[in-house]
């Protein structure tokens, strides 16, 4: 039985999502849902608008039309910031990676928790843990 039969709420949903950059409809009316516990992959040739849907939800661009909801409820992200505060991110295949610093640090790079001014490494390495060890159960 998949997750969506029994919470037939949707996680994170887009309806009718529509994104015009000048004369150029990037997008236009988009559904997507994604239910608890599942993993997605856009597919399409280039210019289909898989980085647009990507960059509506995780707040670097702003939406034309249509609706995001994230558990029922409405959202509109004003920018990647906004996004990560509501749980909200997204990981590019082509990410570059810093060598030097550790899978944890490169994980919460650019938004680390922080302490009395200064990263929480406690608390980075915890949530990286929990991060992989909640993403190995949901995947296997």
Known sequence: MSSHQVDSTPLLQTQQLTKIFGN???????????YAGEVHAVLGENGAGK??????ITGVHRKDGGTIT???KSIEPQSP?????LGISAVYQEINLVPTLSV???IYLGRQPMRF???DMRRVNAQAKALCRSTTSTSM
């Open 117 to 119: 001014g200064l990263i």
């Open 81 to 85: 910031h906004d996004a990560q505060s």
């Open 51 to 56: 980085s647009t849907l990507i960059k509506l």
């Open 24 to 34: 150029v409809r990037a997008l236009s009316n988009v559904d997507f849902n994604l």
């Open 70 to 72: 994230l558990a029922g």
């Open 104 to 106: 944890a640090e490169n």
